[in-house]
């Protein structure tokens, strides 16, 4: 059984698609997605030996290694052009390594229609990558599981501003504007939770002597306070 965060990646791979999973290590999304039915065929990426090794040893205790290839190699560089991969899933990383693979790989993107992305932390990054290369998110998911919050970013080529429109563009970025129009429980679990850890670290620095005028770290954890009070 996939785990939920997985899972949940898995629900938007088109039907019948071809998909490249970057980062895969035991290959449970692509193992998994075929076997439903849901992909025609994936590629399992991944630059480590060891996960690449477990990739391996996965496809084949599935019997799948006729639709699903395992690669070892950084990022996006393991596709080739004959691949005809649909979309692209990269999950269980930080929003930094993400947007990392996507950019040094996006020459392999032009005939990728729907990318799946998991960050464990910092989806800001992510989306301002989306923005800044013609991709527009087309819906957001945020999760619990095992005490550990996750969210799910899909986007699809178009007009990336599209759905930053509630609130302040920054806003949107940080909170994620599907997310942040929906408000559901987790989320305001997680952004109360933010907003209390940076208002400590600003009692801290005041303890400090610091002030907004006189500190950079100040003034940028104060930004991030106005960001999350604007939508909670
Ligand atoms: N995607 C799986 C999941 O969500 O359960 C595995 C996540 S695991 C925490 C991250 C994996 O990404 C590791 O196996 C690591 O070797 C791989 N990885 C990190 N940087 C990579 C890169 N540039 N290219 C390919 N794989 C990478």
């Not at 039915?37 to 030996?49: H, L, M, N, P, R």
Request: glycine share 8%; net charge negative.
């Amino acid at each position: 059984k996939l785990s939920k965060r997985l899972e949940t990646v898995a629900n938007y791979i088109p039907e019948g698609a071809v998909f490249a999973d970057i980062g895969s290590d035991h290959a449970y999304l692509p193992c998994y997605s075929v076997l439903q039915g849901k992909a025609s065929g994936a590629i399992a990426g991944e630059i480590t030996d060891g996960p690449y090794e477990s990739a391996d040893s996965q496809v084949r205790k599935c019997g799948l290694s006729d639709v699903i290839s395992v690669r070892k190699g950084d990022g996006l560089s393991v596709l080739q052009k004959e691949d005809e991969v649909d979309c692209i899933t990269i999950a269980g990383m930080g929003g930094t390594l993400i947007s990392k693979i996507l950019e040094e790989g996006s020459g392999k993107l032009s005939k990728v229609t729907r990318l799946i992305l998991q960050p464990n932390i910092h989806a800001i990054s992510i989306r301002q990558w989306l923005v800044e290369n013609g991709w527009e998110l087309i819906t957001e998911e945020i999760m619990e599981e095992d005490h550990k919050i996750y969210e799910v970013l899909v986007a699809e080529k178009g007009d990336p501003k599209r759905p930053y429109q509630t609130y302040s563009y920054e806003a949107n970025l940080l909170l994620g504007p599907f997310l942040a129009q929906k408000q559901s429980d987790i989320f305001l679990k997680k952004w109360t939770g933010e907003l209390k850890h940076l208002k400590s670290i600003i009692q801290q620095l005041e303890q400090a002597g610091y002030t907004y005028e006189n500190n950079e770290k100040y003034q940028e954890l104060s930004k991030q306070v106005k960001l999350i009070e604007e939508v909670l």
